[in-house]
């Protein structure tokens, strides 16, 4: 399954990846399509099994803080939003760790990872209130240790953590507050904390996952006690890399033998337009990550080009274009101008073949301009051009003959205008939208 790796109309950032028997699940917010405020008002989850990461089951609506037309609400002292949440496993019992924005957290418990989850109770603490926000506990991340014992990591701006009773995982210990367990300054490296706590126990180390004050970054720290001292180790991937970025949420999960970060990418001109991504990434024997290439692969090795690709799942977008959703059928990216940089991350062409050209074809939307397509591979400024498609003004299937390509290859469009009139009057179509593009095919 490509990015993203759950069904195009589903949003679903903040995504925490657990592990539980033989299936991963993703925990997140739920963002809904144009609108101007993150998430929703209630939770969602999807999970797959480990043995087939391409067949994602949607088990609906898990939580909810206000009526809809099957559920009554789960919380009676607030309708606010739901934020990013977790759930860990105790005893054979899931709880759901959830920030409610304005107003006090709490934890659902339920006999299934999938839920639905049931009120247990709102946070009981004695720390300060303008540590914990007011009992929200922001971005709760929660280890329950091999020894039984239980930590909440949480924070905005400002980071801290506690040990929670095991007994009833709602309380929080008295004496166990331990503040700016990541400095929000650190004077060693740039990537100090900003918001979304994520533990994880890997070995004997225990690492925090984390968005830094830069805030397209998912960085990590690790330390040998789940108190720390945690000491800066680097950053897993920046979803703002030759991409709209905005702020990230995500941590690291092994699947069988592989470790995936598990993140997020803006859509629609937004950053409350979020979708779950997935890239492949390396544990390095001195207990490192190797930082992720942000792709179009979500879960496979390479794309074939021979299917029809559709254009949304691009992982680089230049000079203002943009993914965007017309309906739940439909998503393009639009607000291609030229000099817009489209590309793909990667494609395998495959083996030698006898012919030395290929076909490449567009589905296109027109907007009443002419314009021109150059086809590259490996780097938009410095790969090879292997082909040009015309496109002209309105809706169609365009083609362009290219170089035959053998191999693994990243792929990018480079658009330019191809107005052919006065110097003069060319200013005029400067910044003009040229097209949309839905889709794309390549045939041998």
Not at 60 to 80: E, N
Not at 143 to 161: A, T
Not at 230 to 252: E, K, M, W
Request: charged content about 25%.
């Amino acid at each position: 399954m490509a990015n993203p790796y759950l069904p195009s109309w589903e949003y679903i950032p903040d995504g925490e990846p657990r592990v539980f028997g033989d299936r991963v699940y993703i925990y997140g917010s739920h963002d809904r399509v144009g609108t101007e405020t993150f998430c929703d008002h209630k939770l969602k989850v999807w999970s797959a099994s480990v043995d087939n990461l391409n067949e994602w089951v949607c088990h609906g609506d898990i939580f909810h803080t206000r009526d809809d037309r099957d559920h009554k609400s789960d919380t009676d002292w607030t309708d606010d939003f739901l934020f990013a949440p977790d759930v860990v496993e105790k005893d054979g019992k899931y709880y759901l760790y959830a920030y409610i924005v304005n107003a006090k957290g709490c934890v659902a418990v339920s006999d299934r990872p999938e839920g639905p989850f049931k009120l247990l109770s709102t946070y009981e603490y004695t720390i300060p209130d303008e540590v914990c926000c007011n009992g929200w506990f922001i971005d709760p991340g929660v280890l329950v240790d091999d020894d039984g014992r239980v930590y909440i990591y949480c924070g905005y701006e400002r980071s801290f953590m506690a040990e929670v009773n095991p007994d009833n995982m709602y309380e929080i210990l008295d004496g166990t507050l331990i503040e700016h367990i990541i400095p929000v300054k650190p004077k060693e490296i740039e990537d100090g904390f900003f918001e979304a706590c994520s533990p994880r126990k890997i070995g004997d180390t225990y690492y925090l996952i984390y968005s830094p004050n830069r805030g397209s970054r998912l960085a990590y720290a690790t330390s040998d006690k789940p108190t720390g001292p945690f000491t800066y180790r680097g950053y897993l991937v920046d979803n703002g890399v030759d991409y709209p970025g905005g702020n990230d949420h995500g941590s690291v999960c092994k699947i069988k033998d592989q470790w995936y970060i598990f993140y997020h990418r803006m859509t629609n001109g937004s950053i409350m337009s979020r979708r779950a991504c997935v890239e492949k990434i390396e544990l390095l024997p001195d207990g490192s990550f190797t930082t992720a290439e942000m792709t179009s692969l979500g879960f496979e090795d390479s794309l074939n080009p021979y299917r029809i690709t559709p254009a949304e799942i691009a992982c680089v977008l230049k000079n203002d274009c943009l993914i965007t959703e017309k309906d739940r059928f439909t998503r393009v990216v639009t607000n291609i101008k030229s000099g817009a940089i489209i590309g793909y991350k990667y494609f395998d062409f495959g083996e030698d073949y006898s012919s030395k050209t290929m076909e490449l074809m567009f589905k296109i939307r027109g907007m009443g301009c002419k314009s021109r397509i150059r086809i590259m591979i490996d780097d938009y400024e410095n790969g090879k051009e292997i082909g040009v498609c015309n496109v002209d003004m309105g809706d169609g299937i365009y083609t362009a003959y290219v170089d035959l390509v053998t191999g693994r290859h990243s792929l990018f469009f480079v658009v330019e205008d191809a107005y052919d009139g006065w110097d003069w009057a060319k200013s005029l179509f400067d910044g003009r939208i040229l097209f949309e593009l839905e889709s794309f095919v390549f045939n041998k």
